[in-house]
């Protein structure tokens, strides 16, 4: 694959234009006037400036949400249907600039062009995927007794938007993540404050500009660009109904207590720990190929990240050479060669996290089967990483790196093996392999995470499959039917006949 001049330029013509804040429809400068740069992680080179949004520009934001979300407004009155093809409209604009959105998020984020092309056809299936539900939110009617008050009584229920929403976004998969979380509210008619995060703003100023080419009513989605600051203005705003968040578990607590000034509904996306379990008869290449997809995919900068290899004894070293073998011939390059398998990590901050964890695995005794260095001397690349002679207690066990680092362990029984995967304080994903059909649902029935792959790769994801995670990965699910919970409240309504 090559990647055509006019991609590079239609993303450098957007990278070079002036990045604003979207505010009741019109794109406006920070109120304090600053700016901050975001960064090529290919090249450390800064990219662009983009506005500052603070709690200033955070409560303009949630005021022109609120003036959207009026009782008359063009948003209130548009029809269930128009709503869908509106959505639907969004899902084409973002399949006619997949080039170049995917070019963007490759220079923001650092991640393969290719990686970056699935992301965007992931945005545009799920705002399609979206737009057949606004027709089909119903509520119902109740055949109620009423033992205190008898009486004849017509009873039904009723959906209805939850109001204003915050959203705030990671940097992993920043297009596809403004998706997740734009197009379910929408779908229930909400209207919404958006913050990126700061090491990728620009995909989502971009998708603005393309719900406005859509027809999307002014004040019903705004875009705040900020740090953590600003976040943190939106989850503690008392005119915010509710805050949807994808990030760091240490950030999800920080934003449970800011929500409850309001007591605001609140969903979290956070992180993983995620265990791989290879059982002695398992497809032992299929096994390795996937088990090295699920840690090295996006640079193992996702939430899902199979980070930790738990293989049967037996076959212990079989499958930790083929895994070596394949971190030995992923080739780390730029996002924009069309051959990388693997671009540089997001930033400085999260390159040298993950060499410090490295680091701290070969001082407690780990051994580094292959990679565990950075990749040349500019950019913030780091080699595909497998650590053996890893023990429970080691911090690259416990806490998520996320980077390309797994932790290759062996196991004897399946009880033991439930109890390891187990121990953890996430439960985000997990992955299964054997040929045998009853181990591999027990092991699945038995571990407590949100989603189990048998037999396949991580990162199968789908618009109608619900996403979310156990114990400290987090609140509520994503996709599927089960997000719209999220963005709807439930009005039950009783007449006297
Ligand atoms: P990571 O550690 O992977 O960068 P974070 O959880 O720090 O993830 O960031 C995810 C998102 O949360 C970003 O948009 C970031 O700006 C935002 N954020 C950071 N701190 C806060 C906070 N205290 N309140 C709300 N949002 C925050
Ligand atoms: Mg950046």
């Known amino acids: 694959m090559t990647i055509a001049q006019a991609v590079h330029d239609r993303a450098d013509a957007f990278v070079r234009s002036p990045h604003k804040l979207l505010i009741g429809g019109r794109w406006i400068e920070a109120a304090a006037g600053e700016t901050f740069a975001t960064v090529d992680p290919a090249t450390e080179k800064v ?15 949630v005021r022109a949400a609120r003036a959207a979300f ?11 249907s128009a709503r869908g093809r509106l959505l639907w409209r969004i899902g084409d604009l973002l399949e006619e600039h997949v080039d170049e959105l995917a070019m963007l998020e490759t220079l923001d984020n650092g991640k393969p062009y290719t990686i970056a092309l699935g992301d965007v056809r992931g945005a545009a299936d799920l705002f399609r995927y979206m737009a057949g539900w606004p027709t089909k939110i119903e ?39 403004a998706s997740w979380k734009l197009a379910p509210a929408l779908a229930c008619g909400c209207t919404v404050v958006l913050k990126p995060a700061e090491q990728t703003p620009l995909t989502a100023l971009r998708l603005g500009q393309l719900l ?19 976040g943190a203005a939106l ?14 578990t240490e ?26 379990v290879v059982h002695a008869d398992a497809d032992l290449e299929n096994a390795a190929v996937h088990a090295a997809g699920a840690i090295f995919y996006n640079q193992g900068q996702s939430c899902t990240a199979g980070s930790l290899l738990y293989v049967h004894r037996s076959v212990f070293d079989d499958v930790v050479g083929r895994v070596a073998e394949e971190a030995a011939r992923l080739k780390v390059a730029p996002g924009t060669d069309p051959g990388a398998d693997l671009g540089p990590l997001v930033s400085h901050e999260q390159f040298a996290k993950v060499l410090g964890y490295v680091d701290s695995g070969r001082a407690q005794g780990a051994e580094v089967v292959v990679g565990g260095h950075r990749v040349g ?24 790196i996320f980077g390309p680092v797994v932790c290759a362990m062996p196991f004897d029984s399946l009880e033991e093996i439930v109890a390891s995967a187990n121990d953890t304080r996430f439960g985000l994903a997990a992955g299964v392999f054997t040929r045998d059909l009853s181990k591999a649902h027990r092991t699945a029935r038995l571990l407590r995470a949100g989603t189990v792959w048998i037999n396949t790769t991580y990162h199968v994801f789908d618009a109608a499959m619900p996403f979310g995670g156990y114990k ?26």
């Open 377 to 400: 001397d500019r950019g913030f690349f780091v080699e595909p990483t497998v650590l053996t002679n890893t023990t429970p207690g080691m911090s690259v066990v416990r806490e998520e």
């Open 47 to 61: 990219l662009a400036e983009v506005g500052r949004g603070r709690a200033e520009d955070v409560d303009r934001a």
């Open 472 to 497: 400290e990965s987090g609140w509520g699910r994503e996709m599927g039917s089960q997000v719209l919970d999220n963005y709807l409240e439930t009005k039950s309504v009783v007449t006297a006949l």
């Open 70 to 80: 009026a009782d008359g407004s063009p948003w209130r009155r548009m029809t269930p």
């Open 251 to 276: 950030v999800g607590k920080k934003i449970v207590e800011a929500a409850a000034g309001n007591l605001k509904r609140l969903t979290l996306e956070l992180g993983g720990k995620s265990p791989i």
């Open 235 to 248: 989850t503690a705003h008392a005119d915010v109904d509710k805050v949807a968040f994808t990030g760091s």
């Open 139 to 177: 509520g119902a009617t109740v055949p109620i007794s009423s033992l205190a008050m008898p009486g004849e009584y017509l009873a039904y229920t009723q959906r209805e938007p939850v109001g204003v929403v915050g959203q705030i976004i990671p940097w992993n998969y920043p297009l596809l993540m």
């Open 212 to 230: 406005q080419e859509a027809g999307l009513p002014d004040g019903v989605v705004n875009i705040v660009t900020g740090f953590g600051d600003t």
